[in-house]
């Protein structure tokens, strides 16, 4: 989604996110839905082996099943923006 629209979804470069992506702090993806087009969800990262991200959604889903605390896995590719818990934007 990233490179195909590039105004409206910003990714930071793979090696950043490297850097900065750790337990405890917050990582936006978007998770797509067969019927939906698609939502952008903040989650908490718990754990990170490689590209690999385990996390827990940080708010209630809007237009998928799911709820606040469910647990989630991605890949370091599927993150959009990267935040800490104060608010301060990583990536």
Known sequence: MGQQ?????EVASIDTLREVVQPGVYAKICILDGAFQGERIWTEVTE???????????????GFEGKHGD????QLRHIYNVAAKDGEELA
């Open 5 to 9: 629209h590039p105004d409206t979804f």
């Open 48 to 62: 990170v082996d490689g590209v690999k991200v385990k996390a827990t959604l940080a708010n209630d889903p809007f």
């Open 71 to 74: 647990p989630v896995e991605y």
